[in-house]
């Protein structure tokens, strides 16, 4: 069990810090009408996680990003994805409950996978840190300490999304949403400046 309580502390230690995929689900948790609504943006978050996970431990990540010139394309495509969501996500102004229009669960499948999957942040470290650590494991182990990440992740964007539905119920007025967004969009532009320092080493 040691495989799997070490993965579960190393995925719960990756994912807690605030980005741009847990301030998504979160809002979709605030925006939806109805909880259940935010579902898709659940899954799909799980999932592009659940892929990242996987490949790194299986090391098709690794590999990838061992080839000449993908790590900086990675890196210059998330600078400028980045940048503009924290400029979307300063600028945003929520609206009272009953103003407010959720996304389309289509809508929130491609921002949510795009959220995941265009944080180059997110990424490298998916492969460097869980990639890497699970070289220490091998088979059952290995197997123990994939299941941890992934229930970690899936465990983790459930709860941030229930976090957003009952924080609407306490602030119906958006205040502390339009707040949070000033926050969560210096965080944004904070790791885009990383990136940046990163292009230029």
């Known amino acids: 069990m040691s ?3 070490y993965g ?10 605030l980005g741009v995929q847990n301030i998504f689900v979160f809002n979709q948790g605030v925006t939806q009408n109805k909880w259940v609504h935010s579902i898709p943006s659940i899954l799909t978050a799980f999932l592009c996680d659940a ?14 990003l061992s080839v000449p010139g993908v790590k900086t394309g ?12 924290g400029w979307v ?3 945003a102004k929520p609206a009272s409950e009953s103003e407010r229009k959720p996304l389309s669960a289509i809508k929130q499948i491609a921002f ?3 959220v995941s999957l265009l944080n180059p942040h997110a990424l490298i470290d998916t492969v460097g840190v869980i990639g890497t650590n699970s070289l220490n494991f091998v088979g059952q182990d290995k197997w123990l300490f994939t299941i941890a990440c992934l229930l970690v992740s899936f465990a983790w964007f459930l709860g941030l999304s229930l976090a957003g539905h009952y924080t609407k119920r306490i602030d119906g007025s958006g205040k502390a949403l339009a707040v949070l967004n000033k926050f969560s969009a210096l965080i944004i532009w904070s790791v885009a400046i990383y990136i940046a320092i990163q292009l230029m080493v």
């Not at 579960?8 to 810090?17: N, S």
């Not at 892929?51 to 990838?64: K, N, P, W």
């Not at 990675?74 to 969501?85: A, H, K, N, P, W």
Request: glycine fraction near 8%; aromatic fraction near 14%.
């Open 8 to 17: 579960i502390l190393l995925a719960f230690g990756l994912i807690v810090p």
């Open 3 to 5: 495989a799997f309580i």
């Open 89 to 91: 996500t300063w600028n």
């Open 51 to 64: 892929l990242l996970i996987l490949g790194a431990i299986m090391g098709v990540s690794m590999l990838a």
């Open 74 to 85: 990675i890196y210059l495509v998330g600078l400028v994805f980045l940048t503009y969501m």
């Open 112 to 114: 949510a996978a795009s």
